[in-house]
């Protein structure tokens, strides 16, 4: 990476850990790495405490449901606020909502983001965001020479994300799937401000952009482990040897892993008893190992630990059970991404990780918190990648060796990888390198 490269700035709040996972893959691009903004270290004091307000509440609803009575209505609120009007039948949604004026209102009379025009308004080169207000707020600011990118971390989204003017607007668009595109056009974007790039998945889980050596022969082992039958297999190895370019299978283990990701807020940390329960058996007998990604929160850390020392399993990967938890957001994504590369199955709720699918990764989904992520949910289950629990979590221990024996998961997981755009990253990078270097062109094909 020369040093010209450097010239990208990439900017991500800490929201939950989906808009800093979208941004964390671009972090080789920037001169300094991720601008994580609405942090202490960079926001002025009194825009600091406005965006500690919106992180608290975005947590708070994020785990209404487990608060009794007033949780359903605080739940209701919340879906409400992202509601997104179903696509069909098409029409004109560019008449700016609530939502959009009232953003507008914060941006302008409250300040919100007022620390970042200030240090980027008069910057010149490509800015990518993943999060909207952040990129809102720089194109009212910004002028013709600003190159503002805006990534969408979702399948479908609110109309809060495109701007009240979009065809007065100079923000373009990274969209992660066909859907957003058409979402875009819908809500007034231009065709030519949206580039369909995929989701930015992290390098060290692809290989190089022409070969993916890192990324298929992950996928080829998991299937393997995943098809202990050969029921997968036996309908599909001309296609798995054509498209893995590998030929060498490798033993057959008996134990899978399963990776229970926990989301920002905490909101299934509470699922995580009845899982242990349903398959200490299994761990016991070396049939299964369980990593509870819990994120960089402690409390939740904490948490979960208590439920492994009550239910007497050890909280180490020597005692079948791991915890992953780091207070840095960026150490913990780095062990998150090398953990995903061992991981089998990988059960979440359908949030920005719904994009990992691409990997070759067989998503059990929780369930959605939020208009978006039933979205999300619903666009895993169209590409075959995503699987509903079949059974209670209780008897999981039954319907996850059901699910692995008939070569559903393998299914998942080939479908998922052959379905799901998994280059995002190289093509945001020559998308905004072309940009700097060869301005004038067509950077990528729409």
Known sequence: MTERNKRIVVVSVLMGLGH????????????EGVLLYGSRKTTPMPEYRLWRGIRRSYYAFSRAGNIPVI????????????????????????KPTVMVRYLDYCIRQRGLCGGLIADLGNYAGPVIHTYFATALALDKKGGPALRNYLLICDSDFNRVWVPANPRQSTLRYLAPCTQVKRRLVSYGVPEESIFLTGFPLPRENIGSEKSMEILKRDLFQRLVRLDPGERFFRTHRRSVASWLDLEEKPLRPDRITLTFAIGGAGAQAEFVPAILKSLRSAIRDDRIRVVISVGIQKRIFERVFGYLNRLGFRGGAEGGVEVLFDPDPYVYLDRFNACLRQTDILWSKPSELVFYSALGLPIVMAP???????????????????????????????????????????????????????????????????????????????
């Open 71 to 94: 949780g359903s209505l605080i739940l209701r609120l919340l879906v409400w606020l992202q509601h997104i009007d179903p696509y069909y039948p098409r029409r004109d949604r560019s």
């Open 368 to 446: 959605p918190i939020g208009t978006h992520e039933e979205l999300n949910k619903r666009w895993l289950q169209e590409i075959h990648a995503g699987i509903n629990p079949p059974g209670p979590l209780e008897c999981c221990h039954e319907w996850l060796f059901d699910l692995r024996d008939s070569g559903r998961l393998a299914e998942a997981a080939w479908d998922g990888f052959l379905k799901g755009r998994k280059l995002g990253t190289y093509k945001i990078e020559r998308l905004v390198n072309q940009e700097l270097f060869e301005e004038g062109q067509s950077p990528l094909e729409q």
């Open 20 to 31: 800093l996972r979208a941004a964390y893959p671009l972090h080789h691009l920037t001169a």
